[in-house]
């Protein structure tokens, strides 16, 4: 489904990623941990072309194309989109217009106040986007537009950040859902407590500006809560073998 | 565009008279697509009233609800010899040259009254249309709504296709007795070459609401008005929302002032400007006079496009210690951020911008009634289509 091959990253000349190598199968949720500031979230800005994150070496081949040159439309299109983790206000634009946006874009007909309803969010579907929206709020107001946009490759950035223990559940429920057999998820997480709802099968940690780790999610957050990142970037110095993808 | 590069005395004060038309559908095809256009309904299904004036000439003035007055003002000035106690009352007549202009010779206006408890159950439809080349059409209109009642008024402005130059100036006044209210939606589509100049003022008393909107998308040479709500009874409030966008060329100063002269009153004035070449100059002002009053100021500016400007001046004046106003003011272009995140669920570049201009032209703020809502709607869509 994607593959990223020695990928260099620059946000206004300043080196954010040094030779990122990774991949994700078609139907594999992988998770991504790394300490604040370590390129996470650049990483999925750069997969979904936001024009700011600069990719000045490597390839990211989505669905066997490379797609570096690709605008973000272009890249939504093909199957690839995004949860933000600070999506911006859009005043007067109303929720159900931007879904109803969404749905014609994707050529699929929905029920929304139904799709709403479930997501806790019929009160919004007249209110402008995002104005004066929770975190958890705006984390659902984003769901209810992934699940209408329904992607092949879909790009978490913390989707548990902001969302109280009543509401995670929920959205846990949601991203399995939209994680059907054929979808790929990558999903960043700091705290790795969306792995208690969602069932990922992979996990990796970047550290360093470089992937540094990838094996079971459970077993990487696990280690990481126990000896912190610093460990991460060790094991992955001392065992290089073991992770191929590195 | 200053007010002596004008010269208002150039255009022609004289046509010829149009006929009445008792029945609107009989009206030319040509003229019925101008009255759509400003929202008129020539049907006037799901209208309480309708009035009319082409040129000089009203064409139309009817009431279809007991209760309701709309008849040619002149008409009016004629049957109610009190009527001569609102007539010059609200605007000062020695204003500027325009009401001066208006003193000493008007032609026609509208008279819309609610009598006393009359709640008006569809909107009433107002046009005042230019037909004639470098015509000046002057009107004056009062508007009267008696203690307890309700009006919802729509009134569009508009020119023949053919023309393309001319100048309007309209006096209006409002006068919004003991908790009654008015709503009042005004629509200004004019030509690349038309002078504009409204004077509005409206009075409201204890328990009234004064609620305007206004909302000019077409092009015009050059448009001036600074409508002024004064509450004078306890609990008067006023709302003023304008939906304004400048064409290259077009020249736009619009304010909107809120006099809050007695306790517990309420103001709220929001606009929204955009510009795609022209000048607009989004005026406010908020004069709070006394204790427990409440208001806010909002303008909103987009610059489409280099050429573009737009001039926010928000004022508040406060004159008394127990008071709340506030404001916020922000001019700039379409947010990149907002751009880009429309990108990421599949609307191309050019698609999100639209679809970010057309939101920021949101006429919810108008709270119109369903029946208004999409014809407005429609209008800001075709605006966008002819210019984007």
Redesign the interface.
């Known amino acids: 489904m994607l593959s990223i091959e020695n990928l260099h990253v620059e946000i206004s000349g300043k080196k954010i990623l040094t030779g990122v190598n990774f991949s994700i199968e078609k139907g594999q949720t992988s998770v991504m941990f790394g300490q604040n500031g370590s390129g996470k979230t650049s990483l999925v800005m750069a997969i979904?072309g936001?024009?700011q994150y600069k990719i000045t070496k490597g390839k990211i081949i989505f669905k066997g194309k490379v797609i570096n040159k690709l605008?973000?439309?272009q890249r939504?299109?093909l199957g690839i989109?995004?949860l933000?983790q600070r999506?911006?206000t859009?005043?007067?634009?109303?929720m159900r217009?931007?879904v109803e946006?969404?749905s014609h874009?994707?050529k699929k007909k929905i029920d929304i106040e139904k799709m709403a309803d479930k997501l806790n969010m019929k009160d919004f579907l007249?209110r402008?986007l995002n104005l004066g929206f929770s975190g958890g709020e705006m984390k659902r107001s984003e769901f209810l537009?992934l699940t209408t946009?329904s992607p092949d490759l879909l790009l978490l950035d913390e989707p548990e950040s902001g969302v109280d223990l009543e509401n995670i559940v929920l959205i846990g429920e949601v991203i399995s859902k939209l994680l059907g057999k054929d979808k790929s998820a990558l999903i960043i997480t700091h705290t790795g407590h969306i792995l208690n709802y969602v069932n990922a099968n992979r996990g990796c940690v970047l550290s360093n500006k470089k992937i540094q780790c990838v094996g079971d999610p459970h077993d990487i957050l696990s280690r990481i809560r126990k000896h912190g990142y610093q460990e991460c970037v060790r094991c992955h110095r001392k065992k290089p073998e073991v992770i191929k993808e590195g | 565009m200053l007010d002596k590069e004008i010269k208002i005395h150039k255009f022609d004060r004289e046509t010829k008279e149009h006929s009445y038309q008792k029945d609107l559908s009989k009206i030319s095809v040509a003229d019925r697509k101008n009255l759509i256009e400003t929202g008129v309904d020539v049907s006037e299904k799901g209208r309480s009233g309708t009035f009319i004036q082409a040129d000089h000439s009203v064409i139309h003035a009817k009431s279809l609800q007991k209760g309701l007055e709309v008849m040619n003002i002149s008409d009016a000035l004629k049957k109610y010899d009190w009527l001569k106690k609102y007539w010059w009352n609200a605007v000062s007549k020695d204003g500027d040259e325009y009401t001066a202009l208006a003193k000493k010779d008007s032609r026609n206006g509208y008279f819309i009254r609610a009598l006393r408890g009359v709640k008006v159950s569809h909107p009433i439809q107002s046009c005042l249309f230019l037909k004639k080349e470098n015509l000046l059409q002057n009107v004056h209109n009062l508007i009267i709504a008696e203690e307890g009642s309700e009006l919802n008024i729509i009134t569009g402005c508009t020119t023949a296709s053919y023309v393309k130059k001319g100048a309007h100036v309209g006096i209006s006044e409002f006068y919004i007795k003991k908790n009654a209210t008015v709503k009042f939606t005004m629509i200004h589509n004019w030509a690349e070459e038309v002078v504009v100049r409204p004077r509005s003022k409206a009075v409201v008393e204890e328990g009234g609401m004064f609620l305007s909107n206004y909302i000019c998308l077409k092009p015009v040479k050059s448009l001036q008005m600074y409508p002024t709500a004064t509450l004078i009874g306890e609990g008067a409030t006023a709302r003023f929302n304008s939906i304004l966008y400048a064409h290259p060329n077009s020249h736009i100063d619009v304010g909107s002032r809120v006099i809050l002269s007695k306790p517990n009153t309420k103001a709220e004035i929001i606009s929204r400007a955009v510009t795609n070449g022209g000048t607009i100059i989004a005026r406010g002002h908020l004069k709070g006079e006394a204790p427990f009053v409440k208001a806010h100021l909002e303008c909103r500016g987009l610059i489409l496009s280099s050429g573009g400007v737009i001039h926010a001046i928000p004022e508040l004046e406060g004159k008394n210690k127990d008071l709340d106003m506030s404001h916020e003011a922000a001019v700039g272009k379409i947010a990149k951020e907002e751009i880009e995140y429309l990108m990421t669920r599949g609307l191309n570049s050019e698609e999100a911008q639209a679809v970010i201009v057309r939101g920021f032209m949101d006429t919810a703020i108008l709270g119109l009634p369903p029946e208004l809502q999409k014809g407005i709607d429609d209008l800001v869509k075709s605006c966008q289509e002819e210019t984007m």
């Not at chain 1, 859009?90 to 109303?94: E, T, Y």
């Open positions: 979904m936001f024009p605008s973000i439309d939504a299109r989109s995004i933000l999506p911006p859009v005043r007067g634009v109303k217009q931007m946006l969404i874009i994707a007249d402008d537009q946009q």
